[in-house]
């Protein structure tokens, strides 16, 4: 259970709160840490305006003596800078009714609106989407907007507030959404059984493809619950508020231009044990560095060269190092996206042409076809679970992406019935990447094996990898948490 605390700069500033222990910045200093106190979390209400002020220090000393503080140091940095940056603001494309909302489309010279939101909260029905998009991504307790309209719809100003510089009434509705917000949103979780940690759960209700569904999303819950942490799933909008947990699971599609990237990112920048972590979406994301590490390292793949144009020499050198049909891949994809087969050179031209469009480099890889792939789930240097993919019917692919979405059987097996040279290989892949969970595809073709790529955030659905250990397949991926969370020593 983690206790509140609020830290307000003087003593004239002390309010009485039967839920929250209110103390000054003094006390603070000088009385925490205590020893064998609960986890605690901290909401800063000191000034953070300057530089090394008492409110910056306060979210400093909370990091370091590892209590969850809003706002974080990078959070007051990141306001900074939005002030004393002379562009003057943020350009948003609101929605429209936002736009016709008064007083922005008055008939007057000053088109514009100013307000304050309170932990999120605003009182005013059209910015409460905003003010919440804004507090998920700079989340301080007060921050200040002033909106104005121009020729490219909407510039947004976002600085921070500080309780000292509240009127006494905006004090009052400050303190009145401050006891909302730690109530509902810095809840604990109304558990049964204490647990030790929680775990935030990333998830896309909005993905035909994820990498879980809801039953294993489930029992990696309960798995969870068994091994002493508390889970629940969060979208990339609550985000913002991932401090408050002790970890982070991906199980949502990741891309490095993406926000599963920059929550990964954040997650550790706060603490969080992450899987998948940063490192491995930006290696296993990008099939280029998948290429030089296993071409640098021993690993057995298919013949890959990387091209850059799609000139007569370019086509010349393909033709001469490869035949029809011939692989193409972009640097990311997942789920067979973003791979092309080609089978002659009109065709490799013209593919090429298309995807140099989107990306500077692009993969030709020889063509070998198997009836299916091994996929070798691995965590932190160790075989987990083995399933064969069969392709697709009438189709070279394992996923068919046509109007509708297809993919072939499969096969679940348990580690000991894999060939030991694909195990091999899936071990010796996944060390090129990290020590998270990855997904290992590989091809076993006339004795030989070849890794075509090593996801990260790898496919575990209900029914299909746990087909062989069952529940003891969630407990195997918790028991990890667990053990870096006891590394972690808090």
Same mark, same amino acid.
């Given at each position: ?9 003087t003593?004239d ?14 006390? &603070? ?27 910056? *220090? ?16 990078s ?43 309170f932990?999120?909260?605003v ?44 009127s ?6 400050f303190?009145?959404? %401050? ?15 204490k ?23 489930? %029992? ?20 913002g ?31 969080l ?22 071409s ?27 035949? *029809? ?14 791979? *092309?087969?080609?089978k ?24 070998? *076809?198997?009836? &299916? ?11 987990? &679970? ?26 679940? %097996? ?11 290989a899936? %071990? ?14 590989i ?6 094996? &070849? ?15 746990d087909l ?23």
């Amino acid at each position: 259970m983690y206790k509140t605390i609020v830290v307000v700069d003087t003593d004239d500033l002390i309010f009485e709160n039967d839920q929250l222990s209110v103390i000054t910045f003094e006390q &603070y200093l000088a009385d925490y840490p205590k020893r064998n106190e609960p986890k605690t979390r901290l909401i800063n209400l000191c000034d953070t305006e300057h530089y090394l002020s008492r409110g910056y *220090y306060c979210s400093l000393l909370a990091e370091a003596r590892q209590h969850k503080v809003l706002p974080s140091v990078s959070t007051i940095n990141d306001l900074r800078d939005l002030s004393n940056d002379t562009s003057a603001g943020i350009q948003l494309a609101l929605p429209v009714e936002l736009l016709h909302a008064e007083p922005l489309n008055a008939e007057s010279d000053e088109q514009s609106v100013e307000f304050m939101a309170f932990m999120g909260w605003v009182a005013e029905e059209p910015w409460k989407k905003l003010a919440k998009q804004m507090f998920d991504k700079y989340p301080a307790p007060i921050l200040h907007f002033s909106l104005s309209k121009d020729a490219n719809g909407v510039l947004v100003q976002v600085k921070r507030r500080s309780f000292i510089h509240l009127s006494k009434s905006d004090q009052a509705l400050f303190l009145q959404h %401050l006891q909302v917000f730690t109530e509902r949103v810095w809840r604990t979780p109304p558990a049964r059984k204490k647990q030790r940690w929680d775990m935030a759960i990333l998830v896309n209700p909005a993905e035909e493809q994820p990498p879980s569904d809801k039953d294993a999303i489930k %029992l990696f819950i309960k798995a969870a619950a068994k091994v002493g942490i508390h889970a629940e799933t969060i979208t990339a909008d609550q985000a913002g508020q991932i401090s408050q947990y002790d970890a982070l699971f991906i199980r949502e599609t990741t891309a490095i231009d993406h926000h599963t990237y920059r929550i990964a990112r954040k997650a550790e920048r706060e603490g969080l044990v992450v899987i998948d972590d940063s490192t491995s979406i930006l290696r296993c994301c990008n099939k280029v560095f998948l290429h030089d590490a296993f071409s640098y390292n021993g690993v057995p793949a298919p013949k890959t060269h990387v091209v850059i144009g799609a000139s007569e020499q370019d086509l010349d050198n393909i033709e001469s190092s490869f035949s *029809y049909p011939i692989v193409l891949k972009m640097p990311e994809g997942s789920f067979s996206k973003g791979v *092309y087969k080609v089978k002659t050179r009109d065709e490799l031209k013209q593919k090429l042409q298309d995807l140099l469009v989107d990306t500077a480099l692009v993969l030709v890889q020889e063509y070998l *076809y198997t009836d &299916y792939d091994w996929r070798i789930g691995v965590l932190n240097g160790r075989a987990i &679970y083995a399933c064969r993919y069969h392709m697709v019917r009438d189709h070279w692919q394992i996923y068919s992406h046509g109007k509708e979405t297809e993919s072939g059987g499969f096969e679940t %097996l348990p580690t000991f019935e894999v060939p030991k040279s694909v195990l091999d290989a899936a %071990l010796k892949a996944c060390a090129m990447i990290g020590r998270g969970l990855y997904g290992v595809d590989i091809k076993h073709k006339e004795n030989q094996v &070849y890794v075509i790529e090593v996801n990260d955030n790898p496919s575990i659905d209900h029914e299909v990898e746990d087909l062989y250990l069952g529940n003891e397949l969630y407990m195997l991926i918790m028991q990890e948490f667990v053990s870096r969370l006891e590394n972690r020593g808090r």
